[in-house]
Every structure is written in structure tokens, then in C-alpha cells.
């Protein structure tokens, strides 16, 4: 006899067992048609790709042919930002401290969420130390040997981390430059990547900026699959560097377009047209550069339009964007005001007199992936990023307690995809 609760013969159906687990098939007519995704109109099936998450778009897009004409159509304009690039910094103490930690530490990628990919520069521990990012830039970082001098033209590495490849440039050779007579007066500011040729292969231009004498030239490296060529434009007349060149900041920002070169204490940067290789001046609004205020040049997060932001009077953050009008301050347009006092009370510790406050806080960048987002540097008190619009202020700090370098290299891929990329 079979112990009691169980039963003779067949074994019953369990919740492991399948019999279980699938639900009875349908009863369908005879000659009945199943509906299946492919009955799905071109219409319906853009409405359902335009709603993914970038990296849900690409996956869709290997599917088949339909589906990657689909996601071509529902791409977004702007390129998706996976993260930001930087070298992290140990905690400065305030002041009449030391301004920040000397230490070189190599760069670290941070994800902007948990969907995005781990990217990595993939550099042994001993070449990261040595390497520091000069610009990032259509899915491209481009980094330099670190001390170096600055008279000697230099190497560049370029990594495409999203595809873990790279290239070492050479220095431009001798003869670059024919009869070059600028060899002991000359200064090299920083490099650039200016355009991609292929978004999934190491071919593009980058440049680097000198001051040769006391005007700028640009040596463009034209890169393709891996082959390096160089040519030296002729200097640029008439764009005089009457300053020290040690004033240039090394990196440069990529805004509308441009490609421009902050110069402390001046009311004007530098900027290159990577379509022309033309060098020229850009006046700062009188209203803040005359006086040396803090600003940072950048794109408006909604359409793109070059901006500036800067802090003025102590604590008051304006933002202005290129415009012409009858009462624009040197082609400027002040767009927004906003006092700052309220967000800045909220940095733990920040002195609450304004003049130690003006010099304990400064903008360093506005973000490139137009987030919205300002970076505010302060001496001693931490990193953090404020919201334009939503008057968020968050504290940048590692898992390991330091601090987000400066700068912030927000990574974006080379866009669009080769494979989705429209059709002639």
C-alpha cells in the first residue's frame, strides 16, 4: 500500500515540473493566424524603438534588416553619454593650506548609471601613471606624456576605449617645418582631436597648438587605420599672443562647433575653426571679463547655442549666449541670472563671509554632454555639480573618498554608429 498522501501511479504534477510551469495552449480556430512582431507597422515599430534606451536601440538594431532601418529613424540627434573621464584628486584642506593634492593619479572612467558600460582606458598601471587626458572628443581620448617640455614637440596616445584600440602618434618629424627657426621659441599649449573620418576605425585629425614666437600655428596629424601623417600650417597672422603663452589653459573646450582655449586673467579666448584651421579671438562680455571674473565657456543644454557662464559679484551666476542685438556686450547676450548664495550655504563648512567665499569657490566647466549641469571647484571644501534647472548641488566623491578631478571629460561615442548610420 502507498504511504498516505501520496498517490499510486503517475507522479502529480509539481510547480518545478513543466507540465506546471507552461499554461495550456490556446485554442485556436482552424486556419486561425498567430500575430506575431513582424505584423508590426513600420509606424508602430518607431514608436516602440524611439522609447529605448540607447544602448536597447543598438541591440534592437542587430535583429534584421527591418529592424536597423527602424532604429536609424529613431536614433537620438545627440550622441548618449555613457560617463565622464578624470583624474581623481586626494581631499585639499581649506585654506591657508595647500590648493589641491600634487599628486598625479591615473584616470578613472565613472558610469553616469548602472546600465552604462565599465569603459577603461586599458593602460598597464605604469604607462597610466605617466599619461594625463588632454581632450575627449567623438569617442576619442587623447592623452600626453606627463612632466614634459613644453618647447618639444610631443607624442600623442589616442584611445577608443569603447573598442579598446589606440594609436601612438609620433612627434611631427623635422621636416615638418621646413628652415623651422621657432624651435627655441616656441610653446606647445595643448593637442585636440578636430574631426572622425570613420566612427569605428581609428581614422582622424587631431592638432596641436603652438605659439611660435608670439603667434599660434597649428600641426595637424591626419590619421588613417593606424598611418600617421603630419603638415604645419603657416602661423597666424595677425592673432597676436601678446602675454605670456604659460596664461593658456592646456585643454581645450569643444563648443558649437569651435574648439577654444581658456586664457587666465583675459577678457578673450582663443578659438579654431577645425573646418578652416583658422585662429582667432573671441571677446568675453565687458560686463565680466574687464573685471577677471570667473567664466567658462560651453553649449546651451536645450539647442546648443554657444554660452558662458560665470560667477559675478561674489555669488551671483549669470549665463550668456552668442547673439546679435542693438544692447549685446560684444556679441553677447546675458540669457539668465540667478543668485547663488542659498546653493553655495549648502557645501559643508564654506565660509559665510562673501569675500573668502569668492575665493574659495570657482566654476571649472560646463558640462559637454549639456547636461544642464555646472562643476563648481572649491578650495577645500569639495567637488560638486549644480543643476541649472532643477537647483540640484551634488557632492562628487569616490567610493575611496577622493574627490572628481578637474576636468571633467563627459565620454560620448562616435555618432551615430557605422552601421546605422543614414544612407545616402
Known amino acids: 500500500m502507498a504511504p498516505k498522501g501520496k498517490c499510486r501511479g503517475r507522479k502529480a504534477p509539481t510547480l518545478a515540473s513543466p507540465a506546471a510551469a507552461l499554461p495550456p495552449p490556446p485554442h485556436r480556430a482552424p486556419g486561425e ?116 617640455p613644453k618647447s618639444l614637440l610631443p607624442r600623442i596616445l589616442a584611445v577608443d576605449p569603447a573598442s579598446r584600440r589606440r594609436v601612438l602618434l609620433p612627434p611631427p618629424p623635422h621636416g615638418t617645418l621646413p628652415g623651422d627657426r621657432w624651435r627655441a621659441d616656441r610653446s606647445v599649449i595643448g593637442v585636440s582631436v578636430l574631426s572622425r573620418a570613420h566612427q569605428s576605425r581609428l581614422s582622424f585629425d587631431a592638432v596641436i597648438l603652438t605659439v611660435d614666437g608670439n603667434l599660434p600655428r597649428a600641426w595637424v596629424a591626419s590619421v588613417r587605420d593606424g598611418d600617421c601623417t603630419w603638415r604645419a600650417l603657416t602661423r597666424a597672422e595677425g592673432v597676436v599672443v601678446d602675454f605670456d603663452p604659460w596664461w593658456f589653459e592646456a585643454r581645450c573646450v569643444h563648443a558649437a562647433g569651435n574648439i577654444y582655449w581658456h586664457i587666465c586673467n583675459s577678457s578673450r579666448l582663443l578659438q579654431l575653426d577645425p573646418r578652416t584651421l583658422e585662429f582667432s579671438f573671441m571677446p568675453v562680455p565687458a560686463a565680466l571679463g574687464d573685471r577677471i571674473n570667473k567664466y567658462r565657456i560651453g553649449e546651451m543644454p536645450e539647442d546648443g547655442r554657444l554660452c558662458m557662464a560665470a560667477i559675478v559679484h561674489e555669488e551671483d551666476l549669470q549665463l550668456w549666449v552668442r547673439g546679435k542685438a542693438r544692447w549685446s556686450d560684444r556679441g553677447w547676450l546675458l540669457e539668465r541670472e540667478m543668485c547663488m548664495s542659498r546653493v553655495l550655504d549648502k557645501i559643508p563648512g564654506l565660509p559665510k563671509d562673501r569675500m573668502r567665499r569668492m575665493l574659495c569657490t570657482w566654476l571649472s566647466d560646463v558640462d559637454y554632454a549639456r547636461t544642464g549641469k555646472l562643476f563648481i571647484r572649491t578650495w577645500g571644501y569639495g567637488r560638486y555639480s549644480f543643476h541649472m534647472e532643477t537647483g540640484e548641488l551634488e557632492h562628487l566623491l569616490m567610493e575611496d573618498g577622493k574627490e572628481y578631478g578637474d576636468p571633467m571629460y563627459a565620454y560620448t561615442l562616435a555618432w551615430p554608429p557605422e552601421f546605422l548610420a543614414p544612407e545616402d
Open 33 to 148: 493566424r498567430t500575430t506575431t512582431v513582424a505584423d508590426l507597422t513600420d509606424e508602430a515599430l518607431h514608436a516602440i524603438l524611439r522609447r529605448l534606451t540607447p544602448a536597447d536601440l543598438l541591440r534592437a538594431a542587430l535583429a534584421c534588416r527591418r529592424w536597423r532601418r527602424a532604429a536609424s529613424r529613431a536614433l537620438p540627434r545627440a550622441p548618449p553619454l555613457l560617463g565622464y573621464f578624470f583624474h581623481p584628486k586626494g581631499h585639499a584642506k581649506p585654506p591657508p593650506a595647500s590648493t589641491e593634492d600634487k599628486t598625479h593619479h591615473p584616470a578613472v572612467f565613472v558610469p553616469i548609471d548602472a546600465s552604462s558600460p565599465r569603459l577603461s582606458l586599458d593602460l598597464t598601471r605604469g604607462a597610466s601613471r605617466g599619461l594625463s587626458i588632454q581632450d575627449v572628443h567623438l569617442g576619442l581620448v587623447l592623452l600626453l606624456h606627463r612632466p614634459r
